[in-house]
Nanobody, 122 residues
Framework: QVQVVESGGGLVQPGGSLRLSCVVSSADVSRNAMGWYRQAPGKQRELVAIVTSTGLTTYVDSVKDRFTISRDNAKNAMFLQMNSLKGDDTAVYYC????????????????WGQGTQVTVSS
């Protein structure tokens, strides 16, 4: 059974940094597009960063130039380096290690983990 574990969240002051990790077991994700999502209280889950199997990256405008997504296929892992954090970045962050292109955008097709809480507050 595929297991997904996110880690690295925490409480950070505005302007600070965090590095999130996502590790997948019992699956080879090297050929998959993968992405980080986040869900703030009372809001829908949104896709904020994507990395394709060839290493191409895409970001939602609100995190562009602040967040960096990367992957390590040898470790079945994905990372999200978050810099210059703002209060609006407060959310539970989830990874999905199997994104499917459905013509109009990316759709999560893989398993979900429990997520990791990121709180940006002074």
């Amino acid at each position: 059974q595929v297991q997904v574990v996110e880690s690295g969240g925490g409480l950070v002051q505005p302007g600070g940094s965090l590095r999130l990790s996502c590790v997948v077991s019992s699956a080879d994700v090297s050929r998959n597009a993968m992405g980080w999502y986040r869900q703030a209280p009372g809001k829908q889950r949104e896709l904020v960063a994507i990395v394709t199997s060839t290493g191409l990256t895409t970001y939602v405008d609100s995190v562009k130039d602040r967040f960096t997504i990367s992957r390590d296929n040898a470790k079945n892992a994905m990372f999200l380096q978050m810099n210059s954090l703002k209060g609006d970045d407060t959310a539970v962050y989830y990874c999905n290690t199997n994104l499917a292109w459905i013509g109009s955008g990316w759709s999560p097709a893989g398993s979900w983990g429990q997520g990791t809480q990121v709180t940006v507050s002074s």
